[in-house]
Nanobody, 117 residues
């Protein structure tokens, strides 16, 4: 069973930066074939895709974070990262790590990111 554990959330002022990490276990050597993604959910809103990265390294971003966030992965460490720069109050949400393989989704427990104005 795949387990995903996020870390790196916290409170930051607008314009600041945070780096989220998501460590995967239970994938064995198959982590590299997973499409990994970061989603977020603010109170009263639906969960939305923030960024994703395929096993080949192709990336996709929500329009609202393009140019500010960068997703990356280290297959040797079974870890995916989300570097968040120029943070805005509207980026405040719980951020979830997602791993997808063969149509099966796995989720982390989420980490809170709060951006103060």
């Amino acid at each position: 069973q795949v387990q995903l554990v996020e870390s790196g959330g916290g409170l930051v002022q607008a314009g600041g930066s945070l780096r989220l990490s998501c460590a995967a276990s239970g994938t064995g050597s198959w982590f590299s074939i997973y499409t990994m993604g970061w989603y977020r959910q603010a109170p009263g809103n639906q969960r939305e895709l923030v960024a994703a990265i395929t096993f080949g390294g192709s990336t996709d971003y929500a329009d609202s974070v393009k140019g500010r966030f960068t997703i990356s992965r280290d297959n040797a460490k079974n870890t995916v990262y989300l570097q968040m720069n120029s943070l805005k109050p509207e980026d405040t949400a719980v951020y979830y790590c997602n791993g997808r393989s063969s149509g099966v989704d796995s989720w982390g427990q989420g980490t809170q990111v709060t951006v103060s104005s």
